[in-house]
């Protein structure tokens, strides 16, 4: 069992940043990849990006250059580190973490929006 706990949305203008973290606690060490979605109103839920354990990266196109995850030390945080923020970034975002042979974990989501 992994129990995830996302905080550090809130309102940002645009090109402006924010910083989410994801608290896991649990089966840490069973963790292979962690990673944040996103869902804005009326859209499907969409990989934003992951980080697996040997520390390699995927990203969406529309964040590449923008957005960093990352995972120190491979322990119980993940943070997604936002820069030039744009309105289309505005979603719940959700952190998530997979382990072997089960379901993947969802915590309840943070709410990133971006608006003058």
């Known amino acids: 069992q992994v129990q995830l706990v996302e905080s550090g949305g809130g309102l940002v203008q645009p090109g402006g940043s924010l910083r989410l973290s994801c608290a896991a606690s649990?089966?840490?060490?069973?963790?292979?990849?962690m990673g944040w979605y996103r869902q804005a109103p009326g859209k499907q839920r969409e990989l934003v990006t992951r980080i697996f354990s040997t520390a390699i990266t995927n990203y969406a196109d529309s964040v590449k250059g923008r957005f960093t995850i990352s995972r120190p030390d491979a322990k119980n945080i993940l943070y997604l580190q936002m820069n030039s923020l744009k309105p289309e970034d505005t979603a719940l975002y959700y952190c998530t973490a997979v382990v072997a042979g089960a379901p993947a974990y969802w915590g309840q989501g943070t709410q990133v929006t971006v608006s003058s």
């Open positions: 649990g089966s840490i060490s069973s963790i292979f990849v």
